[in-house]
Structures are given as C-alpha cells and as structure tokens.
C-alpha cells in the first residue's frame, strides 16, 4: 500500500510522532481482526459470505471475522448494518466488539453482484431503489444507503463516526471507548479527525482501486 498512498505517507512523516503507529496499528487491527479474508455467514445477499457459496473461490481463506460473524447472528434488538469489507463499517464494528455489546451483526453488501467476479462482489453501487427492495429494514436506518448502520431497539443511527461515539454513549458500560477528561478526549479527536481525512478514505480508495 506504500506506493499506492504516497501522499499520506509523506504527510505522515512530517509529524513529529504519532503518524506511522496509528497507520500501522490501524493495518494490524484490521488483519488479527478480520484476518485477510473474512468468510462469512450473512442474510439475504447473493454474493459469496460463506465457503459453502457457489461463487466462493476457493483460494479465499476463513479467518477470524467468519466466527465472529457467526457468534453475533442470532436476532438482537441491536442490530448492526455491516459489510466486511468497508472500512468505515469495520470502525463501527470494533466499537460493538471492544464494547463487549450483545448485538446482531447483519452483513449488507450495497453493491451489485456479478457472477463472473471473485465472490460475486463488485465496485458498482445498487441504486437506493434496488437497495430498498433487497434490505428494507437496513435503508430504514441508513438513508443514503450506506454501511455502517445502527438499529439500536428502534433508534437509527448512520454514518460510522456519529456511530461509534453513539454505541459509546448509549452503552456506557464496560470499556470507554473515549478517555476521561476534557484534554485527553480533545486530543483523541484530533486523532480521529486526521485519520478519517488522512487514513480512512485514502485506504479505501486504495482497496477499491485492486483489480
Ligand atoms: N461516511 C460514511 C461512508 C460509508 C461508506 O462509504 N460505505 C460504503 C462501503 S465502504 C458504502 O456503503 N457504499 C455503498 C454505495 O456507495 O452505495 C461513513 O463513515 O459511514
């Protein structure tokens, strides 16, 4: 991903401290996290989630993602709009982890399938019409059709920031996701503002430009 971020590397090395370890710890997380290529059991979707899927290649690997999906998918009244692949979606999922949260994880994938693609999976975005007719439930709590979303016992909540501060703030037991104190939580979002803008997108941009 070196080459491919060339930007956000030389930006990263300007600062004084900080920049390559939340890089790298980010790519580390994700890895021991969803291991490198998450298998997985979802709901209605026709791409391959499961090795027992038709289109599922058979170099892709179960990793660690694959069992936690399956350990969270009886029904709950807090159901997590997810997809594995998303990064911003992955951010709210850790959060629902690293909380120790008693959740539904519901797989989405809002993009086209096409069989002759590894897994089905493609870069082209189902209309909000298809969307609404395939996930009916998930376009109710996410109005642009996005993952991540939240259906926490009725209250919706999207986009994967406001997401995880809200299942922070609304479950506020076990872990703290956000440090006490006024200058250290000021700090943290600092952090979090520059990833978003210097880490997040350009990773996914990077992802999605692989063939
Ligand atoms: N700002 C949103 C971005 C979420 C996002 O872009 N999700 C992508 C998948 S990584 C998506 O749902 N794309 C479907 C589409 O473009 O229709 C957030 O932070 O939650």
């Known amino acids: 991903y070196t080459e491919g971020l060339p930007a956000t590397r030389l930006s990263f090395s300007t600062i004084e401290r900080g920049g390559h370890r939340i890089l790298d710890e980010y790519i580390a ?5 969803l291991g490198e ?4 059991r979802g709901p209605v979707n026709t791409a391959a989630q499961s090795s027992d899927h038709p289109l ?7 990793a660690a993602g694959e069992a936690t999906i399956r350990s969270r998918s009886a029904a709950k009244a807090v159901r997590l709009y997810c997809g594995w692949f998303c990064p911003f979606a992955q951010r709210a999922w850790i959060a629902c982890e690293a909380k120790a ?4 994880y519901i797989e989405i994938n809002p993009y086209e399938v096409d069989m002759g693609e590894p897994g089905g999976y493609t870069k082209r975005a189902l209309s909000l019409e298809a969307k609404r007719e395939l996930y009916p439930e998930f376009m109710a709590a996410s109005p642009r059709g996005l993952v991540p979303a939240m259906d926490a016992d009725g209250e919706l909540v999207w986009d ?3 997401l995880c501060e809200y ?3 609304r479950f506020p037991h ?3 996701l ?3 104190g006024a200058l250290a939580r000021a700090r943290v979002r600092i952090w979090i503002a520059y990833a978003d803008s210097h880490v997040q997108k350009p990773y996914y941009t990077c992802l999605m430009e692989q063939e």
Do not use: N, V
């Open 56 to 62: 599922w290649p058979l170099a892709w690997k179960e």
């Open 29 to 33: 997380l994700m890895i021991e996290f």
């Open 37 to 40: 290529r998450p298998r997985l």
């Open 167 to 169: 299942i922070d703030e």
């Open 160 to 162: 994967s920031l406001q």
């Open 178 to 180: 956000l440090p006490a």
């Open 174 to 176: 076990g872990t703290h």
């Open 101 to 104: 949260l008693d959740y539904q």
